[in-house]
């Protein structure tokens, strides 16, 4: 035994130029594909005896189908071989089309796989008949033999890439028409009978309530940072999430309210039946605008405002009563500044002097100093219900930046 030669690992034969072949041996080939030709029929029925005792997955095909695409490759393989070109890249273009036919068509990708491998197995079994009839020069059977069940192996990454292509296609679409499912719901434009029929496709239910969230985002990548953080915040997939762009405003239907969103800003709605949930939306716009203007940031809803939306609304009113208490503050010289600021902390903190000073790290009397002051300049008795509610709708007014220029007609 220790003077056996060891076996060497069998060499791989590669197609050669069918062109380079002497004339005897082209000669052959011819006489070869001709006799294939006459065989294509045998070769789809034995294809499909294959295939329906073996590849279930192929039930979805009638038995014509399937002899059709049989004869399809034989037809290809024997147009290659008449002009003297090996088939490899006219069968890698025809793979590809029939692959996405097949996974549209729900056949699966491991039936695909296998369903080739039998077919490259009768087409050699059939090959090595005719090879033996015509008497093909065995070098090169055997380079056929090696070069198909080489393709064979690479045909199941091309199965494997078509159908990445194709689920990624399908994920597409669903998120288009999640998009518009959303849009159409939060824009109020979604017919309720439709709205009835679809709710179910995206798994809702047509007579539950959902809350509205609006958000701003900048860029594609901002509205993908979102959108997740919206998806982690209520717990859902982040591809299921029914968000959408709703003019310039980011709009998603969500089961309820997120809990927390650190850094970003989220307005949310009521919970409303789905058929209202359009005047959920409106509301949680209005939150956004607010809660933006007065740089809010986490989850607000409207509740969290108070009478905050109430400073953004009333223009042309705001503009006389500016002018009419607020002209001699803005007169005061360099302390009009430490003025209005210390009477907008006094009222944040319901006219408690000391909490007042603490925040603004200054004496208690110095707060009372400057309230009086602003009163003095203004005219408005922060004792009197009706002043204070005017000094702290001007005073926030003048915070938020769309309103800042002072004396101006707005």
């Given at each position: ?16 130029d ?24 045998v ?37 290659e071989?008449?002009s ?31 369903g ?14 005719v ?96 959108r ?53 939306f ?9 809660a933006?203007?007065f ?19 009333g223009?042309h ?13 803005d007169e005061?010289?360099?302390?009009n ?14 006219q ?7 925040r ?9 100093y ?24 001007l ?16």
């Open positions: 035994m220790e003077n056996e030669t060891p076996m060497a690992w069998p060499v791989h034969r590669r197609m050669p069918l062109a380079t072949l002497d004339e005897s041996a082209r000669a052959k080939v011819m006489i070869a594909t001709e006799r294939l030709r006459s065989l294509r029929d070769y789809g029925d034995r294809y499909l005896t294959q295939v329906r005792e073996h590849v279930p997955g192929y039930t979805v095909l009638s038995d014509e189908e399937i002899r059709l695409s049989a004869r399809r490759f034989m037809d290809i393989l024997l147009a071989l008449s003297l070109r090996v088939p490899d890249d006219a069968l890698r273009e025809v793979l590809s089309e029939y692959a996405a036919e097949r996974v549209a068509r729900g056949v699966p990708l491991d039936a695909l796989a296998i080739y491998q039998l077919g490259s197995r009768e087409m050699l079994a059939l090959l090595d008949e090879a033996a009839e015509v008497d093909l020069p065995l070098e090169l059977l055997l380079a056929v033999h090696d070069s198909t069940w080489e393709f064979s192996n690479e045909a199941s990454s091309v199965f494997a890439r078509v159908k990445h292509e194709m689920a990624l296609e399908q994920a597409h679409f669903d998120a288009e028409r999640r998009s518009a499912f959303a849009a159409g719901v939060l824009g109020g434009v979604y017919p309720a009978e439709r709205l009835n029929r679809d709710a179910a496709v995206f798994g809702l239910d047509p007579q539950a309530h959902y809350v509205a969230l609006a958000a701003r985002a900048a860029t594609a990548a901002d509205a993908d940072a979102v997740r953080i919206i998806a982690s915040a209520v717990r859902l997939p982040a591809d299921r999430l029914l968000i959408a762009q709703v003019g310039t405003i980011l709009g998603c239907i969500t089961p309820k309210a997120p809990h927390s969103t650190p850094d970003h800003l989220v307005a949310v709605g009521p919970a409303l039946p789905l058929d209202r949930l359009g005047d959920g409106d509301e949680a716009v209005l939150v956004l605008e607010t933006g203007q740089g809010m940031s986490g989850v607000v809803g409207l509740p969290d405002l108070g009478p905050r939306p109430l400073v953004l609304a223009a009113t705001a503009a006389g009563l500016d002018a009419r208490h607020m002209t001699a503050l005061a010289g360099r302390s500044s430490e003025i209005e600021q210390t009477a907008q902390v006094y009222l944040e903190c319901d408690q002097a000391p909490e007042a000073a603490r603004l790290a200054v004496h208690p009397n110095t707060v009372r400057r309230v009086n002051r602003f009163q003095h300049l203004t005219g408005l008795d922060l004792r009197r219900t009706e002043d204070l509610v005017t000094a702290w709708w005073l926030n007014r003048r915070r938020v930046p769309s309103h800042s220029h002072r004396g101006e007609t707005r």
